[in-house]
């Protein structure tokens, strides 16, 4: 097996598991969240992303990123709802209909999940089927090639985030939304090398290393 597909096939195996057990449940969503099927999900997102960018196929791999961050941000909504959720439902200063928004919004989300896993075929196995057959199908490049593209990614993303914080610019103007842009644009590359399963090495901060 080409190791490209074995990448992906470690990431897809667990969410098959999580998927199996949760289809035997009464809420399938509400066990996938509590589960954290959002953590394989992020890998499956961040190899997307890279083939989406390197090739080969990069349509094929932009729909397959779509239909993982699908998922992944219906999840982010019930862990954002239920996070605050439990915050303030002990807080005797909180309005109760403040309490009963965050409680509904996460009903929704939930919701929403549900009919999603159902509709798109990943409680049946169909998506994943369809999933594994697209990557059997994939005609990756050789190994060294397949590297070169890899590593001129990793630098762009390296350098896209070095460019965002330099000189003061979004990131410290609009506090609020520029820290969390730049948080989220750091957390990629530490997905990025788990997801690659050992194909990324720290080398050091040396800007001749990226050369």
């Given at each position: 097996?080409?190791?490209?597909?074995?990448?992906?096939?470690?990431?897809?195996?667990?969410?098959?598991?999580?998927?199996e057990?949760?289809?035997?449940?009464?809420?399938?969503?509400?066990?996938?969240?509590?589960?954290?099927?959002?953590?394989?999900?992020?890998?499956?997102?961040?190899?997307?992303?890279?083939?989406?960018?390197t090739?080969?196929?990069?349509?094929?791999?932009?729909?397959?990123?779509?239909?993982?961050?699908?998922?992944?941000?219906?999840?982010?909504?019930?862990?954002?709802?239920?996070?605050y959720?439990?915050?303030?439902?002990?807080?005797?200063k909180?309005?109760?209909?403040?309490k009963?928004?965050?409680?509904?919004?996460?009903?929704?989300?939930?919701?929403?999940?549900?009919?999603?896993?159902?509709?798109?075929?990943?409680?049946?196995?169909?998506?994943?089927?369809?999933?594994?057959?697209?990557?059997?199908?994939?005609?990756?490049?050789?190994?060294?090639?397949?590297h070169?593209?890899?590593?001129?990614?990793?630098?762009?993303?390296?350098?896209?985030?070095?460019?965002?914080?330099?000189?003061?610019?979004?990131?410290?103007?609009?506090?609020?939304?520029?820290?969390?842009?730049?948080?989220?644009?750091?957390?990629?590359?530490s997905?990025?090398?788990?997801?690659?399963?050992?194909?990324?090495?720290?080398?050091?901060?040396?800007?001749?290393?990226?050369?």
């Amino acid at each position: 097996m080409n190791q490209n597909n074995i990448q992906f096939d470690i990431h897809l195996n667990k969410i098959s598991t999580f998927l199996e057990e949760a289809k035997t449940t009464e809420d399938p969503a509400v066990y996938l969240f509590q589960n954290d099927f959002r953590a394989p999900l992020f890998q499956l997102e961040a190899l997307a992303r890279i083939y989406s960018s390197t090739g080969p196929d990069k349509k094929k791999f932009d729909k397959m990123r779509e239909k993982f961050k699908l998922l992944e941000d219906i999840l982010g909504s019930i862990d954002y709802f239920d996070a605050y959720g439990k915050l303030f439902f002990n807080n005797e200063k909180i309005p109760e209909d403040v309490k009963s928004y965050f409680s509904h919004k996460e009903q929704q989300a939930v919701s929403k999940l549900n009919k999603l896993l159902k509709s798109e075929g990943w409680l049946n196995g169909k998506q994943l089927e369809k999933i594994d057959h697209d990557l059997k199908k994939t005609g990756w490049k050789d190994k060294d090639k397949q590297h070169k593209r890899l590593l001129k990614f990793y630098r762009s993303e390296v350098e896209e985030i070095m460019d965002f914080a330099k000189d003061g610019k979004v990131a410290f103007t609009d506090v609020e939304s520029g820290i969390h842009e730049f948080r989220r644009k750091l957390r990629w590359l530490s997905i990025y090398a788990q997801a690659l399963q050992g194909c990324i090495m720290l080398m050091g901060l040396n800007r001749k290393n990226w050369r």
